[in-house]
């Protein structure tokens, strides 16, 4: 498969699995009635973008007109989209980018609200919006491990978060390439460099190359939006020989942060199958699409 339709997938994938996903967040998987996901309701297709895609855009935007992750430059873009509203925005960037708003150091703003949690803080906010950067750095792995952990930083300092962006970024970069995720060798590589983490991190990309399928990774308990829990919801696919519409709509019928594993979950499908593979009425309710499509031509050069 041609990597640009790959690109085109991703991006396309992550708007598709979020507006899928949007109207059942939060749920528990037995609240969720059999055959309500399927449909991206038609008030998605002009509505602004949830943050998953919001700020996917803007890492997206950012690689290319600066050629890297500047801490700086991010909190700029993220203070705007947060002054406009900043649609869906989590709790951990919400407390940070307030802080940004009356003048923190953007340097300090993530830190000092990961201390005020007892480093206890690990939220999904920065797996979420990553794949553009393994577009963009797919051929250079080192860059792309290093501008990962960067585009995490600015809003999330746990460890974890930005391990976790990097994990599904080397996966989406293999599957770019039109290889399989070597999950057990990124599993080797995060025990090594990922400190008092390393192990926790490890076995939760192991665990998701063992699972049959997504409700099985317990989605809606209450570690839902668990930063390592999208990042198996992200790895799940790229393992598994399901179709891309099943498989997405199982995720969200598991319940728990099902925008978030949705946008992540589709991201991945998308980049595994391509954007032929996503279903024409997806297609045409995909908000923003035709901006996808530009930035994913754009980043994969």
């Known amino acids: 498969m041609d990597v640009r339709d790959r690109a085109r997938g991703t991006m396309v994938g992550l708007v598709v699995g979020n507006a899928l996903g949007i109207g059942f967040e939060g749920m528990r998987a037995a609240s969720i009635p059999a055959g309500a996901v399927g449909e991206i309701p038609e008030s998605e297709t002009d509505a602004p973008w949830d943050d998953d895609v919001a700020q996917a855009v803007l890492l997206a935007e950012a690689a290319l007109e600066r050629d ?9 873009r993220f203070l705007a989209w947060y002054r406009e509203g900043g649609r869906g925005i989590g709790m951990l960037t919400a ?8 003048g923190a150091d953007p340097r300090e703003a993530a830190r000092q609200a990961w201390e005020s949690s007892g480093r206890s803080s690990a939220g999904n906010g920065a797996v979420m919006r990553c794949a553009p950067l393994a577009l963009r750095w797919r051929l250079d792995l080192d860059r792309l491990t290093r501008e990962t952990m960067a585009s995490a930083a600015v809003t999330h300092a746990d460890p974890r978060c930005g391990w976790s962006a990097v994990v599904l970024n080397r996966a989406l970069a293999a599957v770019l390439a039109g290889a399989l995720p070597d999950l057990e060798a990124l599993a080797q590589e995060v025990r090594r460099g990922a400190g008092e983490h390393g192990a926790e991190i490890a076995n939760a990309v192991m665990t998701a190359a063992d699972v049959e399928r997504p409700a099985d990774l317990a989605l809606d308990g209450p570690d839902m939006g668990y930063t390592l829990k999208t990042m198996q919801v992200g790895l799940w696919p790229l393992v598994r020989g399901w179709d891309l519409e099943a498989s997405l709509i199982a995720v969200i019928e598991a319940g728990g942060d099902t925008d978030t594993n949705g946008a992540v979950a589709g991201a991945a499908l998308g980049c595994r199958d391509g954007l032929e593979a996503i279903p024409p009425r997806w297609l045409e309710r995909a ?5 996808l499509l530009e930035l994913a031509d754009t980043l994969i050069g």
């Open 95 to 102: 407390q940070v980018l307030g802080a940004l708003d009356r």
């Open 68 to 76: 890297t992750m500047e801490v700086e430059d991010l909190a700029t």
């Open 287 to 291: 908000p923003g699409r035709e901006r």
